[in-house]
Each structure stands twice: as structure tokens, then as C-alpha cells.
Nanobody, 121 residues
């Protein structure tokens, strides 16, 4: 009933930039927090950044000062601007959203399918 579709991943050289997008669609009453997580090969999924409906942001220490999360509430879309990329940023990036599908039910988490980001020369 709710789909999250990511785009914008790819191959980039160290020091380069990428912008990820994630659009939520379907039966949506409201969206609370949205965020980005990543999972590198052989590692657990980890938080990258989150943003509340009011625009408050939170970042992992590893990306502070390099990544910027933003959202367009009218489009139910969250973005991740990634600058000064490093090889250690290589991972599958997943979009997450805390969605309420009706006013009278509790919200729950939804996940996108993931988009690959590879930082390599």
C-alpha cells in the first residue's frame, strides 16, 4: 500500500558528489520521520541521516559535514546530497519512512528497495 522508490545511485570517484532521491507513494495519510540507511558488504545496516516532518535533522558522525538530508513534504520525497564521497561510503543506500496510512492507526516503518552507491577510482 505504500511504496518507497529510490533513485540517484551510481559509480563516482572519490571526492565526487551524488544526490539520492526517495519518493513515497500509495495510501499515505501522513509521514513522520524519513531517513537514509546504508549497508556495506559484510556489515550491518547503519543510520546515515534522518529528518523529521518539521525539518529537524540527525546525522551519523561519519557523514557530518559532507552529507545533507532534506525533504519536500508536498511531494512525499526525501533527498540525500552526498559530497566529498569516500570509498568507505560504498554501500547500498536504503530509504526509510515512518508512515501513517489512516488517521486512526499507528504509523509504521516502510523501506525502499535500495540503491547502490560505489565510490572508486
Amino acid at each position: 500500500q505504500v511504496q518507497l522508490v529510490e533513485s540517484g545511485g551510481g559509480l563516482v570517484q572519490p571526492g565526487g558528489s551524488l544526490r539520492l532521491s526517495c519518493a513515497a507513494s500509495g495510501s499515505i495519510f501522513s509521514i513522520n520521520a524519513m531517513g537514509w540507511y546504508r549497508q556495506a558488504p559484510g556489515k550491518q545496516r547503519e543510520l546515515v541521516a534522518t529528518i523529521t516532518g518539521g525539518g529537524n535533522t540527525n546525522y551519523a558522525d561519519a557523514v557530518k559535514g559532507r552529507f545533507t538530508i532534506s525533504r519536500d513534504n508536498a511531494k512525499n520525497t526525501v533527498y540525500l546530497q552526498m559530497n566529498s564521497l569516500k570509498p568507505e561510503d560504498t554501500a547500498v543506500y536504503y530509504c526509510n519512512a515512518d508512515v501513517k496510512i489512516f488517521s486512526f492507526v499507528r504509523s509504521r516503518d516502510y523501506w525502499g528497495q535500495g540503491t547502490q552507491v560505489t565510490v572508486s577510482s
